[in-house]
């Protein structure tokens, strides 16, 4: 219990201190989880619209792939962006292994799938003749597409939501591919992991309300979002 | 003939080698109502998808000019199609109503004067604020209508729009809809298996049954002289004798069936094999011993009430001549006065004009 409100009282202290070494912490975290979020939501809004809207052969299996994907473990994702990247790797070349962009690649892997399957799963429970009757009434294929993603804007937001969750909690993959290098490749996860290990129970409690923090805070900025009333037209008088 | 606005030319659908819809040409005129009609599964949806240029035609010539990949989306801007299901948006009626002009860059002011107009006329003004997905389904589709009226389309395509529809809703929706079209002169297209819808919304009525269309023409031409069997059925045709025409002269003829004579109108050659069609609001029936009833009808058969169905309005009566089944529909005070009754013995008659005659071959 003593532990705890130690914990809590040395968060206030760091985060009020405007400890420098805190906020370069924090400031990485949620760059590297964000740049990957957005590479992710690029690659992967798109794939999930394409699925959820043709039909191919060897499109079941596809989708296996890509729901299988949503649960992959950032370990194993770690392990083989590490052997890629590893100096003597096929991608060795690129010096990449212990850089923050090392980091967002096996962050964009962990979140790529998520999104995309999300995505798949948004555009699929739009009626399919919805597209037919945009179409009828004169829309282009960009306003059709944009119109979809509004329709569909509930559960895309969800995916946001998911994809950047699930990259800024997790410590596996960057842990192994970043090395959690003090200054360099440290973020709020792998320096809990590291605080705790040296006992520093305090400092890693302090982390963690950061990490919680800051976790909630993009969330709830996305729930505000996507819970936004719909901007009225005035009455027609 | 009118300005021909739309023309399909060469359509031919297949699933592997089996031609699922196959339309050597049909046109639309300007200004007219097109009712394209047939059993479910004939292909009316496809078609109507191949002129709104939602599905890849093999040839479509609209306004003069033919569809390119490049003008079609410039040729569906002055088009617009109505839905079995009303589609909309998880938005307000009034945003729905004005999606079709916001698609087309329309500023909100000129919107909001064109889409106005169509809600009032409609009925579903007092509902402009209204989340679309509160709406009835009758009201949905007034606001699917509006949002196809709005465009003031050059060609309206109607796919089934009153089938998922409870009755009262959709003869409201449909004479609603009447008036529009008539007083506002905008070209439709008009699919359905409803003919009665048909005989309310259109000028021209196409047959479509499996992929083929059978009879083009004005809608009495198709309800009353349809081109073979099926049609004849499909159109509420219900009597169908065969028989042989016997004797010709001076525009008449007649021909026997099962020991009876009948007059028809039109020029045959004896021994010539026939199918007799009449509609059953043609046929008149009386008492048998009606000497006393006058009547201008040239044909009197006599047979026996085979059947009595309730019908609407109506009693649906199926009269056995020697075999030969009469399909007549009596309203309900004839019906009493007739003192109808299964086995009673009654005389069928109709005019020889009334009979359309099928050549068989």
């Known amino acids: 219990m003593e532990l705890i409100l130690e914990g809590v009282l040395t968060a206030f202290r760091l985060v009020f201190s405007r400890d420098a070494e805190v906020w370069a912490i924090t400031w990485l975290s949620l760059k590297v989880s964000g740049t990957a979020t957005v590479i992710a939501l690029t690659l992967g809004i798109p794939l999930g619209i394409l699925m959820a809207m043709t039909r191919f052969p060897g499109r079941a299996f596809a989708v296996a792939l890509i729901n299988t994907g949503m649960g992959l473990p950032p370990v194993v994702v770690g392990l083989f962006i590490s052997v890629l990247l590893w100096r003597s790797g096929p991608l060795g070349f690129l010096n990449l292994i212990y850089t923050p962009a090392a980091m967002v690649i096996a962050q964009v892997a962990i979140a790529f799938p ?21 179409l009828g009434i004169g829309a282009s294929r960009p306003q059709l597409l944009w119109l979809l993603c509004t329709e569909a804007r509930l559960p895309l937001l969800a995916a946001v939501m998911a994809g950047f969750g699930g990259v800024i909690s997790e410590v596996g993959s960057v842990l192994m591919v970043g090395g959690n290098i003090k200054g360099q490749t440290r973020v709020l996860t792998t320096a809990t992991v590291l605080e705790t290990s040296m006992g520093n129970f305090g400092t890693a409690i302090a982390l963690g309300v950061i990490l919680l923090t800051l ?8 729930t505000r979002i996507q819970q936004r009333e719909q901007i009225r037209w005035p009455r027609p008088s | 003939m009118a300005e021909t606005l739309l023309i399909l030319d060469d359509i031919l659908v297949q699933y592997g080698n089996v031609p699922i819809l196959e339309v050597p040409s049909l046109a639309v005129y300007a200004g007219e109502i097109l009712a394209i009609i047939g059993p479910n599964g004939a292909g009316k949806s496809t078609l109507l998808r191949m002129m709104g240029l939602l599905e890849q035609p093999t040839r479509v010539i609209f306004q003069g000019q033919e569809a390119t990949r490049e003008n079609a989306l410039n040729f569906r801007r002055r088009m617009a199609s109505v839905f079995q299901e009303p589609l909309l948006l998880n938005a307000s009626v009034v945003e729905n109503a004005a999606l079709g002009l916001r698609l087309r860059g329309l500023d909100r002011r000129t919107m909001q004067q064109r889409v106005r107009p169509w809600l009032e006329r409609l009925g579903i003004a007092h509902l402009a604020t209204r989340p679309a997905r509160s709406l009835s389904g009758g009201e949905a589709q007034r606001t699917s209508l509006a949002r196809a009226l709005a465009l003031d389309p050059d060609l309206l395509l109607l796919d089934e729009p009153f089938s998922a529809l409870d009755p009262p809703t959709r003869e409201g929706l449909l004479l609603d809809l009447e008036t529009v079209l008539r007083t506002t002169g905008i070209t439709t297209v008009f699919v359905t298996h409803e003919r009665n819808e ?11 049954m499996e992929g083929r269309i059978l009879q083009v023409g004005s809608q009495s031409q198709v309800f009353t002289q349809p081109v073979n069997e099926e049609v004849a059925q499909f ?59 006058k009547t201008s009808a040239r044909n009197r058969l006599a047979g026996r009430v085979a059947k009595i169905t309730p019908w609407g309005p109506h009693y649906r009566i199926v009269v056995d001549c020697d075999g030969a089944r009469l399909v007549a529909l009596v309203t309900k005070p004839s019906f009493r006065d007739l003192e109808l009754a299964e086995e009673k013995e009654v005389v069928a008659s109709f005019k020889a004009t009334a009979v359309h005659v099928l050549r068989l071959r």
């Open chain 1, 114 to 134: 998520i999104v995309a399957g999300l995505t798949m799963a948004a555009f699929q429970t739009l009626n399919p003749k919805l597209s037919l009757q945009l």
């Open chain 2, 198 to 208: 048909a005989v309310i919304l259109s000028d021209r009525v196409a047959v479509l």
């Open chain 2, 235 to 293: 159109v509420g045709i219900e009597t169908n004798i065969p028989g042989v025409v016997e004797t010709v002269g001076e525009g008449l003829a007649q021909v026997r069936f099962n020991g009876r004579t009948v007059d028809v109108v039109g020029d045959f050659h004896p021994g010539e094999r026939v199918l007799l069609c009449l509609r059953p609001e043609e046929i008149t029936l009386s008492p048998a011993r009606a000497d006393a009833v």
């Open chain 1, 215 to 222: 976790a909630f805070g993009v969330n709830f900025l996305l």
